[in-house]
């Protein structure tokens, strides 16, 4: 089992920037993939990015391409997502999940086995 925690949300101006992390303990972390979800109220939870087991392979939702980035820490048992020029849509609460499947494109909620609970990022205009 892996127990993640995410921390870093809060509320920032419209195109200010926060920095999410997501700390993993439990089973050898760097043998997961681990993907950023968001879920707006009324809305269906959506893929943010994902960082392969290795940190080699990196993906991002369309809504977020060429604002956020991911990376990750394996020492440190730690995955990051900067985002940076933050939007009132950005407005979310922001999950970390991960599943141990080779590396590969999962956007699919269903292909992640743990989540953590959730942080609220809030964005004012």
């Known amino acids: 089992q892996v127990q993640l925690v995410e921390s870093g949300g809060g509320l920032v101006q419209a195109g200010g920037s926060l920095r999410l992390s997501c700390a993993a303990s439990?089973?050898?972390?760097?043998?997961?993939?681990v993907g950023w979800f968001r879920q707006a109220p009324g809305k269906e939870r959506e893929f943010v990015a994902e960082?392969?087991?290795?940190?080699?392979?990196?993906w991002y939702g369309d809504s977020v391409k060429g604002r956020f980035t991911i990376s990750r820490d394996n020492v440190k048992n730690t995955v990051y997502l900067q985002m940076n020029s933050l939007k009132p849509d950005d407005t979310a609460i922001y999950y970390c999940?991960?599943?141990?499947?080779?590396?590969?494109?999962?956007?699919?909620?269903?292909?992640?086995?743990?989540w953590g609970q959730g942080t609220q990022v809030t964005v004012s205009s």
């Open positions: 960082i392969s087991w290795s940190g080699a392979r990196i």
């Open positions: 439990g089973r050898t972390f760097s043998n997961y993939n």
């Open positions: 999940a991960a599943n141990a499947r080779g590396s590969g494109y999962y956007t699919n909620p269903d292909e992640y086995d743990y």
